[in-house]
């Protein structure tokens, strides 16, 4: 079950590559978002540490949940804490939100 959020609009994620848009429920984690749509991003441990699954935010960044733990190390460790870079498998979707890799 996904956790609902006060937004009532239904969030899309939007694939930059191929300009392919879903509709998605709000809470629910990005990953399973692109794992579902076969979108080409790898995946390693899941748990925010190896950056195997990094994307980079096109737009919507404040549509995800805030970076903590580690995927804020990992980030950190990679040279990517800019903000518009961020591990798929850590986020959780908002609101719309277009990602690239």
Not at 15 to 29: C, E, L, M, V
Not at 49 to 70: A, F, Q, R, Y
Not at 84 to 94: D, E, F, G, T, V
Request: proline letters at 5%.
């Amino acid at each position: 079950m996904y956790r609902s959020y006060k937004s009532t609009k239904i969030p899309k994620v939007t694939f930059k590559n191929t300009n392919q848009t879903i509709d998605t429920a709000p809470g629910r984690p990005l990953k399973d978002v692109i794992k579902e749509q076969s979108w080409p991003v790898a995946y390693g441990c899941e748990n925010g540490v190896c950056g195997t699954c990094l994307v980079k935010i096109s737009d919507g960044v404040n549509n995800l949940n805030p970076i903590e733990g580690n995927e804020k190390q990992t980030l950190s460790a990679m040279g990517l804490n800019d903000g518009s870079h961020r591990l798929s498998c850590q986020c959780k979707i908002n609101g719309d939100v277009t990602i690239e890799v």
